[in-house]
């Protein structure tokens, strides 16, 4: 998103670079609540062709890595399906507030390792 930010002229891609990384931890909004306020800006200034440009790489690029991709990563580490992965995830963070987007996939993460567990120690 920082090297968009650049690649449009946006004052300070950096720090508005870093803004969309920690505000991509919130889900399926995430990273669209720094870009789309700089694409209607790009649009008040006239830069139309630019803001296209920034609304198409948020929409396509960011949103398939934050909403798909990421998903995918942490459920191949983790061995467990998206489904709880994402339930976790927004179970977490209704319950614990930011903090809950790390520790409702940990808690579903050892809820499903102790029903393993218990099921593997079950005599037959």
Do not use: C, H, K, Y
Request: proline share 6%; net charge neutral.
């Amino acid at each position: 998103m920082g090297l968009s930010f650049a690649f449009t002229g946006l004052s300070s891609p950096v720090v508005f670079g870093v803004l969309a990384s920690l505000a991509a931890l919130v889900p399926l909004v995430g990273s669209s609540l720094v870009w789309v306020p700089a694409a209607i800006m790009l649009v008040v200034q006239g830069r139309v062709g630019a803001a296209a440009f920034l609304a198409f790489w948020g929409m396509v690029v960011v949103s398939l890595v934050d909403n798909i991709v990421r998903p995918l990563v942490v459920t191949g580490r983790a061995q467990i399906s998206t489904l709880p992965v994402l339930l976790g995830l927004m179970g977490g963070l209704a319950t614990f507030g930011a903090i809950g987007i790390v520790l409702g996939p940990v808690v579903i993460a050892l809820a499903l390792a102790l029903l393993r567990f218990i099921e593997e120690e079950r005599p037959v």
